[in-house]
């Protein structure tokens, strides 16, 4: 029975493995360092942090801080899937992971060919203080009378 097992699970993993490396992309892991001409760049990302907003639970509980998005871009600049680096809470972390997955990129270049690629962004959550808020108010007034 346990040579039966064995065999059964070795060819369930063989033809897995056969499998998956019929659809498999050549994507870099996580950690891989790749050197590239021109990273990927996002081209929406204004949309998309507007698009996040601020979580208004964070609000309620005065939560400030950065998330950090690791996001694999394939070679055509489609997002494929992001890793969450840095995460000061998951109320901040669930509104980024909502939307993350709406950027779109120009493709990262490596030898003149797009290739698929890692990056970093970050998305800042700050409130805005009362006298933060009446410094640019007065900046804004200054700037009209100008």
Known sequence: MKRKNLIIGLLAFFFCSIYSGLNAQDYPLSGEFIF?????????????????????????????????????????????????????????????SKKVNQLKFSPAIAEGKAVSYWINIPFKFRLINENTKKLEELAEAMTDSL
């Open 36 to 96: 590239v001409d021109n990273p990927p760049t996002p081209l929406n990302l204004g949309d998309v942090r507007a698009s996040i907003g601020y979580p208004e639970d964070a609000v309620k509980e005065n939560i400030e801080g950065t998330v950090v998005c690791r996001v694999l871009v394939d070679s055509q600049g489609n997002y494929v899937q992001h890793l969450i680096m840095s995460n000061p809470t998951g109320i901040l972390q669930r509104a980024v």
